[in-house]
């Protein structure tokens, strides 16, 4: 088994951004733990196993550890919190992953299952069972097609946004392939966690098809037409003859997903970079009842994202550039910020894709509805087309980036917002992201509710929110510095008060951090959480020895249902 880490990323500029978030010595070293249940006999044994399958190279412990482990982990100095594997396994094929879950199976091993591990805000790597052994499937990493007859992509799961888009570039595939704002994730594992991109395509997991799954006894299943052997529609439909089963695999422990199929957006003729920005805070209730009518209306059939003038300031500076003084950045202060950098209150950037006729056609419609309904609103408009297809790489990155689907590490400034440049501290990142009705009443009435509780806890309102047809996904950022404990408590009661918060408007989650899963699920409160049940129920039948995922999503199997944390908020 290996202390030693190979590098993760061939790009510099990605494998440095890797290392400076995963510290190759923490400074809380990871103490060594077993899965719970499991003898240390059984978990040598295990370990043995598992290096007779993938190789000692593939299996890490100790020291090998600190890339699987949450960076942003409030908890790290507390042992009794803090979630780490006992070890990680890397299998390189699915022959490979179904021998694992063998001996996972014969040894009543947890595995924690992800793709790349760059789920951070959400607990990246780390298990929700402490002791679990991570499943990384970064080496199954092959890009298995990409049509551009018909627009979409199949890929494993170690395939990263920059991967997909390098190999688009490469092969001269006129696709444009949706990217989160950080272009090292997965874009298996972000689809499957319900992540977002910025383009036609955004919505990732709305996005895919066919899926391929590995069972927890390692049996395999295709789902849709993909199921169909030889099926020349496996990738391009949504249909299936019987019930759908895709969904039950997205934020899910009830399969391993190996191959996934997503549609990209058409290399586009005309792109517009977007943006519109008002003034006044309270301006956001007119501004979203505009945007909002034009999404369902297909005037926008792309992501609008919103973002508040901190959110929008704080990927290009920290805290100190804008603020000398104690505290949150005050409202005088912000006003001023607003006037000097011409951003608005509010912020909404969004792209239109097509042909030019349609585009121009498009942006017209929305000049004249801004115009009306939102008279002290600016709108700007950047057009780029070419006949034989606009090249993203092309568009400036002020236009372009995570519009044109072009993956960098564009976001990941924001979170240095609250570190001076003079002091040596650890940049993290969480959020609270309720999913609200896509209405300006409600929007601006949890931005004023959202807005003190941030403030009480030391914190600007730093909120984005994605919006679709009828609701938004909005994002109350929240970023500290790990080497403060204050902060650390402070970003607790802030987490909490915004649950208070969206629970008594009814609001549940988009996504939720490991150490906050249960309390998020137990919003689903119909019925005696008659949905949990439901899911366990399936959890039990599919995943008997409860190997895979334990707790995700607040999902729990039988033998580990005693972790479940009922009273999570109270026991903080
Ligand atoms: C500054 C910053 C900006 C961010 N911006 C964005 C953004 O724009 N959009 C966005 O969506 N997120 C964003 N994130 C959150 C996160 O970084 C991304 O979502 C990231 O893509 C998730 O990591 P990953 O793709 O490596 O997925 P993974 O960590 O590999 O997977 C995520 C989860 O999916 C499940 N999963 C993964 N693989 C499998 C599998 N093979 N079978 C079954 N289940 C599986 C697991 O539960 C896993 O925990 C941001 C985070 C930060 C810190």
Same mark, same amino acid.
């Given at each position: 088994?290996?202390?030693?880490?190979?590098?993760?990323?061939?790009?510099?500029?990605?494998?440095?951004?890797?290392?400076?978030?995963?510290?190759?010595?923490?400074?809380?070293?990871?103490?060594?733990?077993?899965?719970?249940?499991?003898?240390?006999?059984?978990?040598?044994?295990?370990?043995?196993?598992? &290096?007779? @399958?993938?190789?000692?190279?593939?299996?890490? $412990?100790? +020291?090998?550890?600190?890339?699987? /482990? =949450?960076? %942003?982990?409030?908890?790290?100095?507390?042992?009794?919190?803090?979630?780490?594997?006992?070890?990680?396994?890397?299998?390189?094929?699915?022959?490979?992953?179904?021998?694992?879950?063998?001996?996972?199976?014969?040894?009543?091993?947890?595995?924690?299952?992800?793709?790349?591990?760059?789920?951070?805000?959400?607990?990246?790597?780390?298990?929700?069972?402490?002791?679990?052994?991570?499943?990384?499937?970064?080496?199954?990493?092959?890009? &298995?097609? @990409?049509?551009?007859?018909?627009?979409?992509? $199949?890929? +494993?799961?170690?395939?990263?946004? /920059? =991967?997909? %888009?390098?190999?688009?570039?490469?092969?001269?595939?006129?696709?444009?392939?949706?990217?989160?704002?950080?272009?090292?994730?997965?874009?298996?594992?972000?689809?499957?966690?319900?992540?977002?991109?910025?383009?036609?395509?955004?919505?990732?997991?709305?996005?895919?098809?066919?899926?391929?799954?590995?069972?927890?006894?390692?049996?395999?299943?295709?789902?849709?037409?993909?199921?169909?052997?030889?099926?020349?529609?496996?990738?391009?439909?949504?249909?299936?003859?019987?019930?759908?089963?895709?969904?039950?695999?997205?934020?899910?422990?009830?399969?391993?997903?190996?191959?996934?199929?997503?549609?990209?957006?058409?290399?586009?003729?005309?792109?517009?970079?977007?943006?519109?920005?008002?003034?006044?805070?309270?301006?956001?209730?007119?501004?979203?009842?505009?945007?909002?009518?034009?999404?369902?209306?297909?005037?926008?059939?792309?992501?609008?994202?919103?973002?508040?003038?901190?959110?929008?300031?704080?990927?290009?500076?920290?805290?100190?550039?804008?603020?000398?003084?104690?505290?949150?950045?005050?409202?005088?202060?912000?006003?001023?910020?607003?006037?000097?950098?011409?951003?608005?209150?509010?912020?909404?950037?969004?792209?239109?894709?097509?042909?030019?006729?349609?585009?121009?056609?498009?942006?017209?419609?929305?000049?004249?509805?801004?115009?009306?309904?939102?008279?002290?609103?600016?709108?700007?408009?950047?057009?780029?087309?070419?006949?034989?297809?606009?090249?993203?790489?092309?568009?400036?990155?002020?236009?372009?980036?995570?519009?044109?689907?072009?993956?960098?590490?564009?976001?990941?400034?924001?979170?240095?917002?609250?570190?001076?440049?003079?002091?040596?501290?650890?940049?993290?990142?969480?959020?609270?992201?309720?999913?609200?009705?896509?209405?300006?009443?409600?929007?601006?009435?949890?931005?004023?509710?959202?807005?003190?509780?941030?403030?009480?806890?030391?914190?600007?309102?730093?909120?984005?929110?994605?919006?679709?047809?009828?609701?938004?996904?909005?994002?109350?950022?929240?970023?500290?510095?790990?080497?403060?404990?204050?902060?650390?408590?402070?970003?607790?009661?802030?987490?909490?008060?915004?649950?208070?918060?969206?629970?008594?408007?009814?609001?549940?989650?988009?996504?939720?951090?490991?150490?906050?899963?249960?309390?998020?699920?137990?919003?689903?409160?119909?019925?005696?959480?008659?949905?949990?049940?439901?899911?366990?129920?399936?959890?039990?039948?599919?995943?008997?020895?409860?190997?895979?995922?334990?707790?995700?999503?607040?999902?729990?199997?039988?033998?580990?249902?005693?972790?479940?944390?009922?009273?999570?908020?109270?026991?903080?």
């Amino acid at each position: 088994m290996s202390t030693t880490i190979p590098a993760t990323y061939p790009d510099p500029e990605y494998e440095a951004a890797h290392l400076a978030t995963y510290e190759r010595e923490p400074r809380h070293p990871i103490k060594p733990v077993f899965p719970p249940g499991v003898r240390e006999e059984d978990f040598n044994k295990a370990i043995e196993e598992f &290096i007779a @399958v993938v190789g000692k190279e593939s299996v890490f $412990v100790n +020291e090998g550890l600190s890339d699987y /482990i =949450d960076p %942003y982990d409030i908890h790290e100095a507390d042992q009794s919190k803090r979630k780490v594997p006992s070890a990680a396994v890397c299998p390189q094929s699915t022959d490979q992953l179904k021998q694992v879950l063998k001996v996972a199976n014969q040894y009543a091993i947890p595995l924690w299952t992800f793709s790349r591990g760059k789920n951070l805000g959400y607990g990246g790597p780390a298990p929700r069972v402490n002791g679990s052994v991570a499943l990384d499937l970064h080496l199954m990493n092959k890009v &298995i097609e @990409v049509s551009d007859e018909y627009h979409y992509a $199949v890929v +494993e799961p170690g395939v990263t946004f /920059i =991967d997909l %888009y390098n190999y688009c570039v490469e092969h001269k595939k006129k696709v444009w392939p949706s990217t989160a704002s950080l272009g090292w994730g997965s874009v298996l594992g972000n689809t499957l966690d319900r992540g977002m991109g910025f383009g036609a395509n955004y919505a990732h997991h709305q996005a895919m098809a066919g899926l391929e799954v590995m069972l927890a006894d390692g049996d395999v299943i295709r789902t849709g037409q993909f199921g169909i052997t030889n099926s020349p529609s496996a990738f391009i439909s949504k249909f299936t003859f019987g019930p759908s089963v895709e969904g039950l695999f997205v934020q899910s422990n009830l399969g391993v997903v190996t191959k996934l199929s997503i549609w990209l957006t058409p290399q586009p003729q005309a792109f517009m970079s977007c943006a519109f920005s008002m003034p006044q805070f309270d301006d956001l209730a007119v501004m979203v009842d505009a945007f909002g009518e034009m999404r369902r209306n297909n005037t926008i059939n792309s992501l609008v994202w919103f973002t508040s003038l901190i959110e929008t300031l704080c990927i290009s500076g920290r805290r100190e550039d804008y603020w000398k003084g104690e505290g949150p950045v005050p409202d005088w202060r912000l006003e001023e910020l607003r006037l000097e950098t011409g951003f608005g209150h509010w912020y909404a950037r969004f792209g239109l894709y097509g042909p030019r006729r349609i585009v121009q056609a498009q942006f017209e419609e929305i000049k004249a509805v801004m115009a009306e309904k939102a008279p002290t609103g600016e709108l700007a408009g950047a057009l780029y087309d070419n006949d034989a297809g606009v090249d993203a790489a092309k568009v400036p990155p002020e236009h372009g980036s995570m519009f044109v689907g072009k993956p960098e590490l564009w976001s990941l400034p924001l979170i240095n917002w609250p570190i001076p440049k003079e002091k040596v501290g650890k940049a993290a990142h969480g959020d609270y992201a309720p999913i609200i009705p896509s209405s300006g009443k409600l929007l601006l009435e949890w931005m004023k509710a959202s807005k003190p509780i941030c403030e009480a806890n030391g914190v600007e309102l730093m909120a984005d929110f994605f919006m679709f047809e009828r609701h938004v996904v909005l994002m109350n950022m929240f970023t500290w510095d790990q080497t403060d404990p204050q902060q650390k408590k402070n970003m607790e009661n802030l987490y909490y008060g915004l649950y208070e918060e969206a629970k008594a408007r009814g609001y549940g989650m988009y996504r939720a951090h490991v150490n906050h899963m249960d309390l998020i699920a137990n919003l689903n409160d119909f019925n005696g959480h008659a949905y949990n049940r439901f899911v366990e129920k399936i959890k039990d039948a599919l995943d008997p020895n409860g190997i895979l995922s334990p707790g995700k999503q607040g999902v729990w199997p039988n033998r580990f249902r005693h972790l479940r944390e009922t009273q999570e908020k109270d026991s903080k």
